[in-house]
């Protein structure tokens, strides 16, 4: 089994480390706000092609299953050429996807966008979360969650914007190029800084780690993100569609649910790398599925539109720890720096919003999206007990003998 990598020297991280971990914060905080930007606007998108709450389901499920792809094509590449080339190229395409799903005048073009997004947003996703861990790994300590936390910032940024474009009665192509126009340029300038591959590789003989790495160790990690994501992906996809049909809210309101649960979530990975050293992930993990599951039962049973974005915040302060614990185990438990752990780990992310997009907009069909978030409920339970996987492992300690 691999063995965590030990501390470096980074009590005092040296400038390169610095600029690096800066430079993934850009990065994170673009994926945040570029996500948030077009997730808002689910529901504006359902009106405007005219799509019922099936046909919604299936186009969501474009993004997730070409994600899925696009992490593939990017895991491949980084081992090749470093996460820093595949995000220089496939962020800027994410953020161009975005306006182009809001200028699209039919549905056939509006798919295209979404592939168009997806391979973008799984590129991101896997080359960040690889940046993230290798910052990590130079800096001998917990900072992942850190990049999490501004990607959540930005994301209620995202959110926030969305809110005030609808009240001041913006179109969807001005509500996202307002956004992505910069969004781009931060991205562009932000890869010049990242971690190099040869500062991010700690071994060279990445194919043959591949063929030897065992999966055992990270089911666990696997299944909290699919589990994660199925919450997550209830949320973003048809949080808006819930404020909206369930609780009857304004334009102006709808975007405040996936804000709340992003605000909330913001604020405990601030300080989630703190606890993570004081009380061990394991830990962190399973309390957070605790409270991720007391978020989704306020939601179903919420009978005002406060209590149910604050049903929504809860939620986000539950499923806040999970991912970057996973990429952040999974990197632990592979010391030489390959990405295979984490690439893995981050498919299951997209397993997990299939299954929330099928599964939340299936049960709304038959009955209604109250009915369909009892769903991610129940599997936000499951996540309690499989955070026993996120326990660091030792090296065994071999036995005494008596001369």
């Known amino acids: 089994m691999p063995t965590p990598t030990p501390p470096s020297s980074s009590s005092h991280p040296m400038k390169r480390d610095r600029q690096a971990r800066l430079a993934t914060f850009a990065v994170f905080c673009v994926q945040g706000l570029t996500f948030a930007t077009l997730l808002t606007q689910v529901a504006a998108l359902q009106r405007k092609h005219g799509l019922s709450d099936g046909e919604l389901s299936i186009l969501l499920l474009v993004v997730p299953v070409i994600a899925g792809a696009g992490s593939v094509l990017a895991g491949t590449l980084a081992a090749r050429f470093g996460s820093r080339r595949v995000l ?140 994660l994501y199925v919450g997550d992906a209830s949320i973003s996809n048809f949080g808006s569609v819930f404020m909206e049909k369930i609780m009857n809210a304004s334009a102006s309101v709808v975007p405040l649910a996936l804000g709340a649960y992003q605000a909330t979530t913001f604020l405990v990975r601030v300080g989630g790398d703190r606890f993570v050293q004081r009380y061990g992930p394991a830990m962190i993990v399973r309390i957070g599925g605790a409270v991720a599951t007391l978020g989704f039962v306020a939601i179903v049973a919420a009978p005002t539109q406060p209590l149910a974005i604050a049903g929504f915040a809860l939620t986000g302060i539950g499923l806040s720890v999970v991912a970057p614990q996973s990429f952040s185990t999974a990197g632990r438990l592979d010391p030489a720096g390959t990405g295979v752990a984490i690439a893995r780990v981050n498919m299951f992310n997209y397993v997990g919003f299939i299954v929330g997009a099928a599964l939340v907009g299936g049960i709304a069909e038959a009955a209604d999206y109250r009915v369909a978030f009892a769903a991610p409920l129940a599997l936000a339970a499951v996540i309690i007990v499989l955070a026993r996987g996120f326990q660091p492992r030792t090296p065994p300690v071999p036995p005494l003998t008596v001369s």
């Not at 161009?96 to 996703?125: E, K, N, R, S």
């Open 88 to 227: 220089r190229g496939f962020q800027p395409l994410t953020c161009v996807a975005v306006v182009l799903t809001g200028l699209a005048p039919t549905l056939p073009l509006l798919v295209a966008a979404l592939v168009l997004f997806g391979v973008g947003l799984g590129g991101v996703d896997a080359g960040m979360n690889m940046q993230g861990v290798a910052v990590e790994r130079r800096y001998g300590r917990p900072v992942l969650t850190g990049f999490h936390a501004l990607w959540s910032a930005a994301a209620v940024i995202g959110a926030l914007w969305a809110s005030a474009a609808a009240g001041r009665h913006l179109d969807l192509p001005a509500t996202f190029a307002i956004a992505m126009v910069p969004a781009a340029a931060v991205a562009a300038v932000a890869a010049h800084w990242l971690c190099l591959p040869e500062e991010e590789h700690v071994a060279a003989e990445t194919t043959r780690t591949e063929a030897r790495f065992p999966w055992k160790p990270i089911i666990p990690l696997c299944l909290a993100m699919a589990f």
